[in-house]
């Protein structure tokens, strides 16, 4: 995946002699790839699909862009007050935010991404919900009609979330389940706080999810284009740029 992203397309020779396997080993792998709608095999050559049309595995989204996150959550850590209650979605862009969870406790973390629920469960004084519903292995978490009942009954102070393409205010999804469940989390909470770098900007996807107008913070790098910046300040949101 990250040799076919890097490069858009490369032959199924190459990624056998760079990978140091058999042919049919990258025939097999591809196969299963390509049935996860997460690139194209093509005859004799494997291809990235078009931008953000893949429902991408969490395991390839985690490795992207860490320093970013990493200074994103530095900021949006401090907004998070002792006795919170805290949802966050199945966005890798939270995951070092949660890690840093463990000194503002007492609180509360809701989630359908196991590994959220991983991470702040082995902390003191953070209480876990861990919503049920149909499991995706790709995604490491829950969704479905499960999920949606369960957010129906709460009311959380703080949604964290992230989004994989962001264009003029308008935020996008490749997975409809995924769109769906964002949606009845910002439902479910008071306040909305977006984390996405600079190369979540400029992008589109099939789904819909929400607007700028929907979040009170957003929370991004220095890099990210200023006519994205001017969509959400005109939408009355607070935009926190890192490194200040």
Known sequence: MERVGAVGEVSIADLADELGVSLMTVHRDLDELAGRSLLRKLRGRAAALPSMRAEVG????RR?????????????????????????????????LVAKLADRGPLTVI???????????????????????????????????????ALRGIRADYYFSSAPAIAAGTLYQAARRSSSVKRAMLEASARHVLLADHTKFGRTAPFVVSHARDYDVLVTDDQTPEEELGAWSAEGATVTIVPP
């Open 58 to 61: 969490v395991q390839f989204r």
């Open 64 to 96: 992207n862009n860490v320093p970013e996150k990493e200074m994103i959550a530095a900021a949006a850590v401090e907004m998070v007050g002792a006795g919170s209650t805290i949802l966050v979605d199945d966005s890798t862009s939270c995951l070092p």
């Open 111 to 149: 989630t359908n991404f196991l590994e959220v629920a991983r991470i702040v469960g082995a902390g003191a004084n953070i209480e876990v919900l861990l919503l049920g519903g149909e499991y995706s292995a790709d995604f490491d978490a829950v969704f479905g009609h499960d999920v949606y009942q």
